[in-house]
Each structure stands twice: as structure tokens, then as C-alpha cells.
């Protein structure tokens, strides 16, 4: 089943991960939020995000509750559990050491 | 412990799932909402700003199935809704799914009853404590042991814990007077139940000192199934006393349901000491005979304790006794142990091969089930080609295709496993309530337990695999654009394959198997009017063993001629007479070499053997076997008088020629002096060992001369067999009332028995033919059905260009028929090549009878046409309108 992926899927997880860990938000705002600090460059389809939400969820990173937003409607907020800073940590690690050997290689040549 | 985590929670969003979509609705909802609103922020109208966040969000359906993937229950919906559709589509073609799961049924049934009979026979250990450490004795090429041989291993081996003697044996239990029947049982060593840990359901069993002297400790323990049979299972059954060949003894107690001896194919029904053994076997002492190897023994091993080693310290320990005893003991004698239950190791290695070859019969016609039914699901694939390119067209991926055809499959196979699993539980049952009227309480039992299902559930599985696997994969194979525009899959011209071979080979399979199974009924039929050397109409007989109540040759002479004088007397019996054993009763005939004695002895290459009865005067006239020539024997045959003989017509033949045998001697032995016995009669020429058997020389020789503790009285009579038979053992026992009568009964009945090998091949032959017949129309009917809906298409024009029924008929049935042709053609020319290995099972027909091979092959054609009828209805019901339009 082909489906639009805009992201590497693990790249939208740390994303995701690092826009929740400023503050618990709902699913609209962290999409909205990628796109302004990426300043428009990263598009999140809602194809992948909701799915991602749900997987992260279900792995015990991030757990979700129903609170009023900032215009008194009912959304869902996400917010970071500690295994989920744990992850990110290791995730942006990860994200360190490769962006950095990819930058290596790309300058060597 | 994470997988169990990952479960658990994958079940409580099964159970959360409504919570779930309801939330993913609003979050969703949400989302489109504020999508909607920064769209008016910027300006746009609410009815674009609507447009652009639905653009946006796009295909939600498809966000919601990913989400619940993710939450690991899309799997098991998946699985849910794939089983509503693979039922419904077989719900839609009953026909398919009725003969589907017959066929399978059918092979799966036969495999699981086969693998029951392995399993109980070759797998199953026997019901006592620890089994694995028993080990049977074998030696050379035999499972026997001599007593005083077994006692020397029993007390100096170093290898066993414990060593078990048991011997199989008749005895006659009395429970009062008049009262008595026959019973199989053990004499078992003192050891026997201690080493095996029973425990008894009444009572104690007996132990080491009650086997220290013979004839000390008359005790017996008795089967629940005697228990429950011959004293209605009577709570105060231990302490009471009953009589074992006149002998008493106090049974001391009861053995549990489950165990019925060391042996699993005979059940016993009695254990006494083996210090008894005088008392089981009048006159046959071998308790103290080193040369009488003929008891069974078993050891309980050492922990850690090979059966190699075990082996090497039986050899030692045989190899000293030889040396003690070099005339009764074989030096080179090698050891080796086996698993016991089988009398040693003896019927292993045939009981292996038979449930091989069954194992071989039923595999295959379960795989030809399989193949066949992979041909009617290609037919299936290529009849759901536009469903499965309209499938693929809305975006469902291969696996999910594949997925969902494998449903359908598995859906099939546990039909088919199920009623395969009820089938094969009804054979068991039907087997196991059988009874074989055979003095030998063979075990027929056979008992299902969980080992068979979990069989049965790997077979399920894997002909899942066997015959859905490859359709599918040619069903995804589908290319979408031609096949919805409805093009033909392929003009290629098609060779002969692999799979018309098959069908040709089915149909010539259930030819040879029809004929034969034709053959034998008939046979059977025939064996009914046969001239069987008796008449065993009217005629009743029982049986009884003098040497069990300890008669002397003597004592039986004169108690047989006693016997026979009282029931001659008895109105309503018109002839009485004695035979040691009736002819056709498959026990074991006695054998000798003839020969004239005015001729000189043969050499032992040129021996000729006789069967050899022993009669009263008047049997001849109870059997209603025909004198030809000369005298019966009569009372004065007696003793003292010359020794006098009657032959049959076959050995007349054989020894005299053309000349009168009457009054000519023959000799029974090849001893040069030996004076011979004259003979004095002929009678006509019968059946003796078996119904098939070639004409065979027979000498009859009188009782009183000759003497016989086994004795069957016959009588002539006018009354009904219940009656006469009550007759016969109303005057036996009033002259002895301990003797117990066995194999009682008209002699019509008894014939069941020597009838039985030529009726099991009967109903085997039968059902194999039958299955063989349901497998070659199937695979048939696949065959058609795809070649036809192959073509629909080119029918379809053929018809519109103007092609009659009839041409369509021929062009679709053509191949068809050359191949049932052909199969019942080979099939044919098998059978008659091979009818020579049918003749011992045929009397009276041949086994090149015309009729039964023209009945066969009409058959067969006719099963192959009517396997045809449908598909080919099919091709000519093609409206060439809608096939054509449908491009």
C-alpha cells in the first residue's frame, strides 16, 4: 500500500518527540509547529502524523489526554512520558552522529 | 514477559476499540476544524477554506485503519473480516465447498484413524509406572527365555533393577459347577507387579513369596473387564474361591481398568504365580527345563544404564550358563533389547511395515485430494479474475489478496479437518466395538487421545498450504488493465501437463481398485456355495480341551467314546461325532510326511505332507462329509486292532494314481520301519487351512487309535442351532461339569472366521475404490471446469460465429474423454497383468472374469461423464452476447 511519506518515518518520531518535550500539545499544533520553526521546508501529512501519534502512544513515549485548548474546544494533547525523554535523547544522539558523518563525507568530497 | 505485555494490551484495545475510534473521530474532527479556521485567518471563503483542509487531510478511513495497525488490533480484524469474507464467499458456490470439504474430509479422516492405529500400537508406551525404563529381552531371532535360564539373569545381573517373567496362556475358570468359560491370562514371576508399579482397584496383588514353590499359592488376580463380565462386578470378589482347570484358587484381587498386561495386542484376563504354571498347564512342566525357552521377560534398567550394556551383561552372564550347560544353551546366542509390548521385538518390525504402507495409502490419497482440489481452485482463481483485478484496481495490496485467498483455504481445510476428525472417531469406535470370534482375545481397541488431534491440526495446516497456496499465488498474479477489460489470459496452446497425468492416473488407480474389490465380493459370493469338504448347514459344534483338566490320553479315549454314545441317544441330534480340531478353524494344523509303504521312503526333497485329523465313527456322517469309496471307521477300530486310516480324494490322487487305494498301506513318518496304517476309505476332497486353497491330501484317523485331549463334537441336527448347541454342552458338562466349552455354535457361523481375510479385503478394496472413484471425478471435474472457464471466451466467439452445441461440446470434452480413456484403458491392463497375486483371495471366480471388468470400466466411464456434466453444461450455456459485450 504505497502512502506519501514526507519524512523518514523514524525522522517524523523525533520530531514529533522534540516538539513535545517544550510543552504538551494537540495533534493540529505539533503539525502547524513543524512547519513554522522549519520555516515551511517540512510539510507533516496528516496520513503520517496521526498514525505516528498513535504508534509512539502505543509504545508508552508519549500519552495523550483530553483537555480544553486555548479556544475552549476539546483536543487531544500529547505530552512526553519519561521513557519518551529517554527516547529522545537517544533519538537526537542518533540524529547528532549521522548528520554529522553524512556532513563528513559531503565535505571531504 | 513483553510479548504478554504487547497481548494484553493488543485484547484491551480489542475491547477499548469503540473508545479509540470515538477519539480518533474528534482528534480527526479536530484537526479539520482548525485547518478550516486558519484558512479563513488567511482569507479565504469558509466554503474553499472547507475544500482546501479536506484536500488536506485527505482519505481519513485510511488514517483510521493505519491507526489501529498501530495499535496492533489491525491484525486481528484483519483476520476477522478476511473469515466473514472467505465465509461468504463459500457460502456463494455450495457445490465447490460441499465437495471441498468432503474430499478433504475424507483424506484426513483416513490419515488421522491410520495415525491412531500407529499411535496406539508403535507409539504408546504401556500404562504402567515409568515406562521408558522397561526393556523386553530379546535373543537371536526370538523374545523367549527359558524359567531356570530367566532366574539366573533375574538374581546375577548387575544391569536391572528388576527382571519380569510372563507367559500367555488359556486356562478354564469355574466359578460353580456347570459355570465355566475360557480365559487368557499370564503366569506371571512374583516380581511382575512390584516391578511395575500397578496399583490394584480391589484387593493386593501378589508378590515374591507367593512364587517361591510350585503349587504353593493358588491366587489369582483377575482383569476389570473379567471382573466386570463374568461376576457383574461384585464388591466382595476378593477371598472368594474359584476353580482354574478344577484347580482352586483364591482371587485375591482385581487389576485397574487401564492395565491388561504387559502385551499390546492381546489383553489378559487372569494373572496367577508363576509357580503355578503346573496347575495353567497340566503335564507341561518347563519350570525346571533350561530347554524350554518359552516365557517372556522384561527388565526394569539401571538408571544411567544402557540397553547396550544391558545387552553385553545378558551375553556374559548366557555365555557362563552355556558353559554349565552346553547341550541346552546356545553359546553364540546374542542379546538385544527392545521396547516391550510387541512380545518383544518380534511383531515390531511387521506391525511397522503394515502401518507404513497405510501410513503410504492414506498420505497419498490425502496429496491426490490436495492436488485435485488445487485444480478446482485454479479453475476458482480464473473464474474471480475480474474480482481480484477490481480488488487490486481499489488499492488492496497482493499480501492482503494473498491473505484473504489463504483465508479461504484455511476456512476450507478446518471443514474438511473437522469432519475429518468426526469420520476418523466413528472408525475408531466402529473398530473398536468389533469383535473377532477368535479364541485369542486380541486387543481391536482404538483410542484417540491429544497426540492425534494435534496430528490432525498439523495436517489441516499444512494441506492448507498444499492445495491453496500455488492458486493463489497465479490468483495475485492477475494483471489488472487486461483482465478488466476482460482479455483472455492466454491463447498459448496447451500441452499435455503434469496434472492430466494425474487425473489419468487416478482414473486408472479406482479401475484397478474396482475390479479388485469386484473381484473379491464375488469371490465371496461364490465361497458361500462352495464345496467346502462339509456341509455346515445344519450341523453344530463345541470345543473343548480334556488336557486342561489333566485327562490322560486314557481317560480322553474313553471319556470321548462315552460322549459320543450319550448324544447319539439325545432325539433331535441325527449324527454325533469327534474331530480334534474342525477343519477350516485356522488353528494351527497338524502336518506329516506320507508315503507308501510298498515303496521305498523318499528322499527328504521328494517329502509330502498330510494334514492329519483324528475322528470318531460317525463324524463323517455329523460333518456330512461324502465317504466315495471303502468304510467309515467304526468301533472296532480299536487299539489292539490293525491301525486303519481314511484318506481323502487328493491323496488319493496323489499316491495311488489310477489304482484302488483301498486296502493299500501308507506310513506317517519317514522311518523304514514303520509297518503304516492300512486304508480302509476315501472321502471326497475339502477345505482345510483356508477357503482358496488347492485341493490338499488329508489322512483321517481313527480316535480310539490314535488318541486326543482337544476335541470337538459334532452333530447332525434337526433342530435349531440355539437348541442343538445347548444339547451338546448340557451333555458334556454331565459327564464332567468343570470342562468349559469354546467355539460353540453352528457350523455356518463359524465359517466367519476363515471367510474374514476375503471379507477385510473386501471392505478395504471397497472403500479404496470408492475413495479412489470420489478422487478421479474430482480431479476431473477440476480439470474440465478450468479448461473451460479458460476459454469462455473463445466459446463465446466460436458460438457466435455459429458453432453448434454439439462442436462447443466436443471441442471442450475431446481432451476429457481421451484421458478417461486412456486411465481406464492402463488401469485395465494392470489389473489383468497383475490378477495372478489376487488368486489367493479368489475361489471360484477368475481373476480375469469379463464381466466384473466390463461392469468396472462401464462404471468408471460413467463416473468420468457425469465428473464432465457440469462444466460442460457450462461451456454450452456460454451466451456469446454477454461473453463478447463483457470486453
Known amino acids: ?109 | 514477559m513483553r510479548w504478554l505485555a504487547r497481548f494484553r494490551k493488543i485484547i484491551q484495545s480489542l475491547f477499548r476499540r469503540r473508545q479509540i475510534e470515538g477519539d480518533l473521530d474528534a482528534e480527526l474532527q479536530y484537526h479539520l476544524e482548525q485547518e478550516i479556521e486558519s484558512g479563513i485567518e488567511a482569507g479565504l471563503s469558509p466554503e474553499e477554506a472547507t475544500l482546501s483542509a479536506r484536500r488536506l487531510v485527505g482519505s481519513v478511513p485510511l488514517y483510521k485503519e493505519e491507526c489501529r495497525d498501530a495499535w496492533g488490533i489491525g491484525f486481528v480484524e484483519n483476520l476477522l473480516r478476511d473469515l466473514r469474507h472467505a465465509a461468504r464467499m463459500l457460502r456463494r458456490t455450495p457445490l465447490f465447498t460441499a465437495t471441498a470439504i468432503t474430499m478433504l474430509a475424507l483424506g484426513i479422516g483416513a490419515n488421522t484413524t491410520v495415525f491412531t492405529f500407529v499411535e496406539n500400537i508403535l507409539l504408546r508406551s504401556l500404562p504402567v509406572h515409568d515406562p521408558q525404563q522397561l526393556a523386553a529381552l530379546n535373543w537371536s531371532d526370538m523374545s523367549n527365555v527359558s524359567y531356570p535360564n530367566y532366574v539366573d539373569f533375574r538374581d546375577r545381573n548387575t544391569v536391572f533393577s528388576n527382571l519380569i517373567a510372563y507367559r500367555f496362556n488359556p486356562a478354564n475358570m469355574s466359578i460353580q459347577p456347570r459355570e465355566n468359560f475360557r480365559l487368557w491370562g499370564y503366569e506371571a514371576s512374583g516380581n511382575y507387579f512390584d516391578t511395575l508399579g500397578v496399583q490394584p482397584l480391589l484387593g493386593r496383588f501378589f508378590g515374591p513369596a507367593e512364587d517361591d514353590q510350585p503349587g504353593a499359592n493358588p491366587v489369582i488376580v483377575i482383569s476389570h473387564r473379567c471382573w466386570i463380565s463374568r461376576f457383574a462386578a461384585d464388591p466382595g470378589i476378593v477371598s472368594r474361591t474359584v476353580k482354574i482347570n478344577g484347580y482352586p484358587f483364591t482371587v485375591i484381587g482385581v487389576a485397574p481398568p487401564s492395565f491388561s498386561g504387559t502385551e499390546l495386542i492381546v489383553a489378559a484376563d487372569y494373572w496367577v504365580p508363576m509357580s503355578m504354571e503346573l496347575q495353567i498347564e497340566p503335564g507341561n512342566d518347563w519350570i525346571h527345563s533350561r530347554g524350554a525357552q518359552n516365557i517372556w521377560a522384561m527388565g526394569r534398567l539401571k538408571p544411567g544404564v544402557s540397553a547396550a550394556q544391558a545387552a553385553a551383561n545378558l551375553d556374559q552372564m548366557n555365555q557362563q550358563l552355556a558353559r554349565a550347560y552346553p547341550n541346552q544353551i546356545d553359546r553364540r546366542a546374542k542379546f538385544h533389547l527392545s521396547r516391550p509390548g510387541l512380545i518383544g521385538q518380534t511383531l515390531r518390525a511387521p506391525i511397522t511395515g503394515f502401518g507404513v504402507v497405510l501410513s503410504g495409502v492414506a498420505a497419498a490419497g490425502l496429496l491426490l485430494a490436495c492436488m485435485n482440489l488445487a485444480g478446482m481452485l485454479l479453475a476458482r482463481a480464473s473464474d474471480r479474475r475480474r474480482e481480484v483485478a477490481i480488488r487490486l484496481a481499489l488499492g488492496a495490496s497482493r499480501f492482503q489478496l494473498l491473505r484473504q485467498l489463504m483465508t479461504e483455504s484455511l476456512l476450507l481445510a478446518a471443514g474438511g479437518g473437522l469432519v475429518g476428525v468426526a469420520i476418523a472417531f466413528g472408525a475408531c469406535r466402529l473398530f473398536s466395538a468389533w469383535r473377532l470370534d477368535f479364541d485369542i482375545p486380541f486387543i481391536t481397541a482404538l483410542d484417540p487421545d491429544s497426540l492425534v488431534l494435534y496430528f490432525t491440526a498439523a495436517l489441516t495446516l499444512s494441506t492448507t498450504v498444499l492445495f491453496g497456496l500455488t492458486p493463489a499465488l497465479q490468483a495475485i498474479r492477475t494483471d489488472v488493465i487486461p483482465s478488466l477489460k476482460n482479455e483472455p489470459v492466454s491463447n498459448r496452446f496447451r500441452r499435455w501437463s503434469v496434472r492430466d497425468f494425474l487425473v489419468g492416473g487416478q482414473i486408472a488407480l479406482s479401475v484397478i481398485l474396482v475390479i479388485c474389490s469386484a473381484l473379491v465380493v464375488r469371490s465371496l459370493r461364490h465361497a458361500l456355495t462352495l464345496n467346502l469338504g462339509f456341509n455346515p448347514d445344519n450341523a453344530v459344534s463345541a470345543s473343548f480341551d480334556l488336557s486342561l483338566e489333566r485327562y490322560s490320553e486314557e481317560r480322553s479315549r474313553i471319556f470321548d467314546a462315552t460322549l459320543v454314545r450319550k448324544a447319539s441317544l439325545i432325539p433331535g441330534l441325527q449324527s454325533v461325532g469327534i474331530i480334534n480340531n474342525l477343519p477350516l478353524r485356522v488353528s494351527g494344523e497338524t502336518n506329516q510326511i506320507v508315503s507308501r509303504t510298498d515303496r521305498p521312503v523318499p528322499k527328504p526333497s521328494e517329502w509330502r505332507a498330510a494334514v492329519i485329523y483324528n475322528v470318531s465313527p460317525g463324524y463323517l456322517r455329523a460333518a456330512g462329509t461324502r465317504l466315495l469309496a471303502g468304510r467309515d471307521v467304526n468301533d472296532y477300530d480299536r487299539q489292539n486292532a490293525p491301525p486303519v486310516a481314511m484318506v481323502n480324494e487328493a491323496l488319493a490322487r496323489a499316491f495311488f494314481k489310477n489304482e484302488n487305494p483301498i486296502g493299500g498301506h501308507i506310513r506317517l513318518s519317514a522311518d523304514p520301519a514303520d509297518k503304516g496304517v492300512e486304508i480302509i476309505g476315501v472321502v471326497e476332497t475339502g477345505k482345510y487351512e483356508y477357503i482358496g486353497e488347492d485341493p490338499h491330501p488329508v489322512v483321517f484317523l481313527p480316535i480310539a487309535q490314535t488318541g486326543t485331549t482337544w476335541t470337538t463334537l459334532v452333530a447332525r441336527t434337526s433342530l435349531s442351532a440355539q437348541q442343538a448347541t445347548e444339547l451338546l454342552q448340557k451333555t458334556v458338562l454331565d459327564l464332567d461339569p468343570d470342562l468349559t466349552l469354546f467355539n460353540t455354535g453352528s457350523l455356518r457361523a463359524q465359517l466367519a472366521l476363515p471367510l474374514f481375510p476375503a471379507r477385510a479385503a473386501a471392505i478395504v478394496l471397497g472403500i479404496l475404490g470408492v475413495l479412489a472413484m470420489v478422487l478421479a471425478a474430482t480431479g476431473l471435474f477440476a480439470l474440465m471446469a478450468y479448461a473451460v472457464s479458460r476459454r469462455t471466451h473463445e466459446i463465446g466467439i466460436r458460438m457466435a460465429l455459429g458453432a453448434r452445441p454439439a462442436q462447443v461440446l466436443s471441442s471442450v470434452l475431446a481432451r476429457t474423454l481421451v484421458l478417461c480413456a486412456a486411465g481406464i484403458a492402463t488401469g485395465t491392463l494392470i489389473t489383468l497383468a497383475a490378477a495372478r497375486l489376487l488368486s489367493a483371495i479368489l475361489y471360484g471366480v477368475s481373476p480375469r472374469d469379463p464381466a466384473t471388468y466390463i461392469t468396472a470400466v462401464l462404471l468408471l466411464a460413467s463416473v468420468g461423464l457425469l465428473a464432465c456434466w457440469n462444466p460442460a453444461a457450462r461451456a454450452i450455456r456460454i451466451d456469446p452476447a454477454r461473453t463478447l459485450r463483457e470486453e
Open chain 1, 1 to 109: 500500500m504505497g502512502k506519501p511519506t514526507d519524512l523518514v518515518q523514524g525522522t517524523l518520531d523525533l520530531l514529533i518527540l522534540k516538539t513535545l518535550s517544550l510543552e504538551p500539545m494537540n495533534g493540529w499544533a505539533i503539525a502547524k509547529r513543524i512547519v513554522q520553526v522549519s520555516e515551511s521546508v517540512l510539510q507533516v501529512q496528516q496520513g503520517s502524523l496521526y498514525p505516528a501519534l498513535h504508534r509512539l502512544e502505543h509504545q508508552g513515549w508519549i500519552r495523550a489526554e483530553w483537555k480544553d485548548s486555548e479556544n475552549n474546544r476539546r483536543a487531544k494533547f500529547y505530552s512526553l512520558t519519561t521513557a519518551g525523554r529517554k527516547r529522545l535523547k537517544a533519538e537526537l544522539e542518533n540524529w547528532r552522529r549521522l548528520s554529522n558523518a553524512i556532513g563528513l563525507v559531503i565535505e571531504a568530497v
